[in-house]
């Protein structure tokens, strides 16, 4: 093989990447935002929404720091992640198992982004692109913090919602039916049923 790549090369080339990527999520995360059930879970799609533009705007002045046009190239790893959230929305599942599943997805294409971002900032103060590696960080930042918000609704209430959730089925079979031992999944979650989610 020849050998006359450089880790600029490299760099441009993961940069065009998360370029496309930023790109894709600007398409899937109102998606997600009118997928999600939870207010809050909504709200923290659309702020991040938002954000993704910005880190759209951030990627192009990085590309204008180095003096190279500004490109994308198509980023296989956010497409796949995408793509299997998109298949569990198509999924019948009950709307807080919903929403658990849309913190799952996002939660993967913020890991994926802030694994990018690190490499990136790495490389750009490994070269001394300081200015690029600067506005990387400002991106890194707010894909943690994203990522941050999302556990923090998952762990505040919208796991448990859907570890409580009833369905019809369940509940004409009920505890009085259940002479045996063997109830612990419904044990479980009967007497934590939570508000609005018997139907
Ligand atoms: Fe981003
Ligand atoms: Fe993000």
Not at 41 to 64: I, N, P, S
Not at 87 to 96: I, K, L, P, T, W
């Amino acid at each position: 093989m020849a050998e006359s790549g450089t880790l600029h090369d490299a760099f441009l080339d993961e940069l065009r990447d998360a370029y496309d990527a930023e790109k894709q999520l600007l398409k899937a995360l109102p998606k997600m935002a009118k997928k999600a059930t939870s207010e809050d879970l909504t709200a923290a799609f659309e702020t991040h929404l938002e954000e993704t533009r910005g880190h759209v705007d951030k990627l192009e002045q990085v590309f204008g720091a180095l003096g190279e046009k500004v490109r994308g190239k198509h980023c296989d790893g956010i497409a796949g992640i995408i793509e299997e959230g998109k298949s569990v929305m198509e999924e019948d599942f009950d709307a807080q198992t919903m929403d658990a599943c849309l913190i799952a997805g996002g939660q993967r294409a913020e890991h994926y982004e802030m694994a990018a971002y690190g490499t990136l900032i790495a490389w750009a103060k490994a070269m001394g692109h300081s200015e690029a590696a600067e506005l990387l960080e400002e991106i890194l930042e707010e894909e943690k913090a994203a990522d941050e918000k999302l556990t923090e609704l998952a762990e505040g209430g919208i796991n448990q919602a859907a570890a409580d959730e009833e369905h019809p089925d369940e509940d004409e079979a009920g505890e009085d039916e259940e002479p045996t031992g063997k109830t612990t999944a419904k044990k479980r979650s009967a007497p934590k049923a939570a508000a609005g989610s018997r139907r």
